[in-house]
């Protein structure tokens, strides 16, 4: 009868204290990574996911200023810019690819201008999530 009580508390104490984002079915363990939350973005993860990209695109297209020399509509280039929105809830600048270096340094500094966010998580600890963003001139 102990054996069972035991056993009974130690199961419902692993449940209990299990971490958000972790499934255990069999041998496989999977850890589901929870995006960064823009900062006002509420209610469930799909509803943070959409209000993220809506923002996302807002900062990119509020915040774009066209090098001195350029004009809209005057440049066919694509500037896509690696990044990662890190562990503290900032951007963090991987790699630039395509365009002039002057139209590189505005979608960096554009990029670099998201403000702090709620970090992504995986298997309940800040992570650091990679995104990809063009910019088409």
Same mark, same amino acid.
């Given at each position: 009868?102990?054996?069972?009580? @035991?056993?009974? !508390? %130690?199961? &419902? !104490?692993?449940i209990t204290f299990a971490q958000e984002g972790i499934t255990v079915s069999g041998n496989a363990i999977s850890i589901k990574e929870i995006p960064p939350?823009?900062?006002? $973005?509420? #209610?469930?993860?799909?509803? *943070?996911? !959409? $209000? ?7 900062? +990119?297209?509020?915040?774009?200023? @066209?090098?001195? #020399?350029? /004009?809209?509509?005057? +440049?066919?280039?694509? +500037?896509? +810019?690696? %990044? ?12 630039? /690819?395509?365009?002039?270096?002057? &139209?590189?340094?505005? !979608?960096?500094?554009?990029? &670099?201008?998201?403000? *702090? ?17 063009? @910019?088409?001139?």
């Amino acid at each position: 009868m102990r054996s069972i009580i @035991f056993v009974t !508390a %130690f199961l &419902l !104490a692993g449940i209990t204290f299990a971490q958000e984002g972790i499934t255990v079915s069999g041998n496989a363990i999977s850890i589901k990574e929870i995006p960064p939350v823009w900062p006002g $973005c509420e #209610g469930s993860l799909a509803e *943070k996911k !959409a $209000c993220f990209k809506k923002q996302l695109v807002q900062h +990119v297209v509020s915040n774009f200023k @066209f090098p001195e #020399g350029y /004009k809209r509509g005057s +440049v066919k280039e694509k +500037v896509v +810019v690696d %990044f990662v929105i890190n562990e503290k809830g900032k951007p963090q600048i991987l790699g630039i /690819k395509g365009g002039t270096k002057i &139209l590189q340094e505005e !979608a960096k500094r554009n990029i &670099l201008a998201i403000p *702090k966010m709620t970090p992504g998580q995986a298997g309940g600890k800040p992570r650091a999530i990679k995104y990809s963003m063009p @910019f088409t001139f």
